[in-house]
């Protein structure tokens, strides 16, 4: 048998139908007719730019590659930011079902917490809960059945707020205070009981229907737990004595042994346990100064996004104190509380709010809640959500569209923009966005173009993705080892290496080949997509689609044109994925660029640099 080569070329896409013929002599001998698609070479490219402006002037330097005519598109948005993100998490933590008490405060406290900053800014409740479901597919989690109803008027919210603050008061021990449910048994709880008073303290500042003796004997429960606690283990202090310091201090019944003892011991403390502490010393004192100098330790910024979090030791993952959206929250609380205009308090709060709008599951319902009182907090006292600002929007100085943002119309008006496609001609654009006036607005620009650039490079903001290749070499060893018997039997074990390749790479036929995609992104999302292209030449080793992992989950696709994997929670660093090809046809080929998508988060786009590729005959 013989290979015979046939080379054909292919002036644009669609579906071509050669007819291939040998013969031999001068007469026919065989011939095929076949079926090939023929694709343009390029992808479509997403370029994403997102910010916050207040009275400032933002520049984004584009530079739109070799392009199809007409195929460029670019849009700019602009929003509230942090106030969406609250208001459209209300509905679903009142959807929260649990009996427990963290359930039932979830239900109300947000709720209530929000609600009194938006009446206090004279903001239209009833609009924003209705608008409030741009995001519904993506906490449909929330919702344990169908045909739960969520509130969507401030009437609703109000009766929820009444009915869970009663089941909460019913739900004290006899001793005063509360355990995690209220049935028969039932111990009170530091944890629980601190948790209950704090929410029973905020209701009792809106004015709301709260017991006083309920709560006086709520506090008086707290106030001997902390004595017991400075008199029985004076040598230890962990965060829930954070929490129960924080809320006496809340609660006007500070326990200063207490205080000088968590103090003392705060290298036991978590992060969150750090700025519960913070909040209960006082403020500009030199042990609070302290304390959030200790917690820049923690702190990782991140200039190009605008964001700062807290990251958290691997140490705390499994503890209460570890959750991650807790502790931002707490830090946020904490810089509001100390330094409520500066540039480190605007970073956390559009970290927390990209994490709220895109990983709501990434964290439990009593974190989500703690995360909207926070924000709720910073919008009160950043006057985010009551903007009177002016928002010009300019391309190479050309002026492309203005706005007039109030708080009348930053509920129910679109503020974006497409701009023309004969504007996006290939070379370089200035886009301008300029914000003046009071409050703050978020903008997210997004050019798309159909790119036919010779070589492809990587792209993305919020997500980044690599793509590597690696040649699979496996080696034997012998060596002797006994069998059932005793006897002495020569066994073979084969090794695998991974050698990297850099393009242009070389490769021989029935070489298999390793394509690892590493995404990374600098906040958590849920639901997240990837797609690759199979380069021609090749094939899959194993094509078989199902989960190829668990931690993470991720589900496999292996189409004709190439894999697409599914990853339910993509957290934030770097993460892995790996399928195997195998080299089949000689020639040299273009792999071109894998590209990342969140489902829900259409801002998340990213794909990586093509790749050149030789399959040499073995």
């Known amino acids: 048998s013989a290979a015979i080569p046939f080379r054909l070329h292919a002036n644009r896409g669609g579906l071509a139908a050669p007819v291939l013929s ?66 459209d998490l209300l509905p679903y933590l009142a959807a929260e079902d649990s009996s427990s008490v963290f359930g039932t405060v979830t239900r109300f406290l947000p709720a209530l ?24 597919k993506l906490y449909a989690d929330y919702l344990r059945e169908p045909e739960q109803h969520l509130p969507d008027s401030g009437k609703a919210l109000d009766k929820l707020i009444a009915d869970n603050l009663k089941m909460i008061q019913g739900m004290v021990n006899s001793d005063g205070g509360w355990g995690w449910f209220s049935g028969y048994g039932e111990s009170s709880w530091t944890d629980t009981t601190a948790f209950v008073v704090d929410a029973l303290l905020e209701a009792r500042k809106m004015k709301l229907a709260v017991d006083p003796q309920i709560l006086k004997r709520g506090i008086d429960w707290l106030c001997r737990r902390a004595q017991e606690r400075c008199t029985r283990t004076p040598f230890y202090a962990g965060n829930i004595d954070a929490l129960l310091i924080r809320t006496l201090a809340k609660a006007e019944k500070r326990s200063a042994p207490l205080e000088q003892l968590v103090y003392r011991h705060r290298d036991s403390l978590s992060p969150l346990g750090l700025a519960m502490l913070g909040q209960t010393l006082k403020n500009g004192s030199p042990e609070q100064k302290t304390v959030l100098h200790e917690l820049e330790n923690f702190l990782k910024r991140d200039p190009q996004a605008g964001t700062a979090y807290l990251n958290i030791p691997v140490r705390w993952r499994f503890d209460w104190a570890g959750s991650e959206t807790a502790a931002q929250a707490a830090y946020l609380d904490l810089l ?66 203005s706005f007039r943002i109030t708080k009348e119309n930053v509920w129910n008006n679109d503020f974006s923009v497409a701009i023309p496609a004969e504007m996006l001609y290939s070379g370089k654009h200035i886009l301008e966005i300029s914000c003046a006036g009071r409050g703050a607005v978020y903008y997210q620009a997004m050019l798309s173009c159909f790119s036919q650039e010779q070589r492809i490079g990587a792209a993305g903001q919020e997500l980044k993705l690599d793509r590597r290749y690696y040649r699979i070499v496996t080696s034997g060893t012998a060596s002797g080892a006994p069998d059932g018997l005793g006897r002495l039997r020569n066994m073979r074990s084969d090794m695998e290496s991974r050698v990297p390749l850099t393009s242009p790479a070389k490769v021989r036929a029935g070489d298999i080949v390793e394509v690892e995609l590493i995404p990374e992104t600098k ?69 071109l660029p894998a590209a990342g998508a969140g489902v829900y988060a259409p801002e998340l786009r990213a794909n990586s640099s093509d790749t050149f590729l030789t399959i040499q005959e073995k």
């Open 22 to 87: 040998v013969t031999v002599n001068g007469r026919l001998a065989d011939a095929v007719k076949l079926s090939l698609p023929v694709k343009a070479r390029g992808i479509r490219k997403y370029i994403p730019a997102a910010g916050r402006l207040r009275n400032q002037i933002a520049k984004v330097e584009y530079s739109v590659p070799q392009i199809r005519r007409n195929s460029a598109e670019m849009t700019v948005s602009i929003m509230p930011g942090a106030a969406t993100a609250m208001a």
């Open 113 to 136: 917490k929000a609600s009194r900053v938006l009446t206090e800014l004279d903001l239209p409740l009833d609009t924003i809960l209705r608008q409030s479901r741009a995001r519904a």
């Open 523 to 591: 906040n958590d999302y849920d639901y997240v997509e990837f797609r690759d292209r199979i380069p021609a030449g090749f094939e899959y080793v194993k094509p078989q689609s199902g989960y190829i992992s668990w931690e993470p989950a991720i589900y496999a696709e292996f189409a004709t044109e190439g894999p697409r994997f599914y990853l339910r929670n993509l957290i934030r660093g770097m993460a892995s994925i790996r399928y195997r090809i195998r080299a089949r046809f000689d020639g040299t080929y273009t792999a």
């Open 336 to 401: 509001l509380q100390t330094s409520p205009e500066s540039g480190l308090t605007e970073a956390v709060a559009r970290y927390l709010t990209i994490n709220l709008r895109n990983a709501p599951s990434r964290t439990s319902t009593r974190s989500l809640g703690e995360a909207v009182g926070a924000l709720a907090n910073y919008i009160r006292l950043s006057g985010e959500a009551v903007p009177e600002t002016d928002v010009m929007i300019k391309l190479d100085e050309g002026h492309i569209k």
